[in-house]
């Protein structure tokens, strides 16, 4: 089982990326859908999350209003599309799948990350 994240690379700011997270050896139709970033130095900070159906989402202050989460359980994908990015924004964003009923020591599928970097 594994996550695979893509379409991160170099944006100026105010531009947009949509990144993607595809699994493989395991279905996400069933399991919540997050999305952290982390800079060197600094600890992994969470992004977004989305519930299984789709219904319920939530965002990090620092990016609500212009990221939005979504998925395709057909497909097996989550997305993270980021508009009018900052500076701020840049960092190794990562996906993470995990059962709505995982106890606290469960750390659930991680992706490997993939790097936005936001600069002029």
């Known amino acids: 089982a594994q996550l695979v994240e893509s379409g991160g690379g170099l944006v100026q700011p105010g531009g947009s990326l949509r990144l993607f997270c595809a699994a493989s050896?395991?279905?996400?139709?069933?399991?919540?859908m997050r999305w952290y970033r982390q800079v060197p130095g600094k600890e992994r900070e969470w992004v977004a999350f989305?519930?299984?159906?789709?219904?319920?989402?939530y965002y990090a202050d620092s990016v609500k209003g212009r990221f939005t989460i979504s998925r395709d359980n057909g497909k097996n994908t989550a997305y993270l599309q980021m508009n009018s990015l900052k500076p701020d924004d840049t960092a190794v964003y990562y996906c993470?799948?995990?059962?709505?009923?995982?106890?606290?020591?469960?750390?659930?599928?991680w992706g490997q990350g993939t790097r936005v970097n936001v600069s002029s």
């Open positions: 050896g395991f279905t996400l139709r069933m399991l919540d």
């Open positions: 989305m519930a299984p159906d789709g219904g319920v989402t």
């Open positions: 993470n799948a995990r059962s709505p009923e995982a106890n606290d020591g469960d750390p659930g599928v």
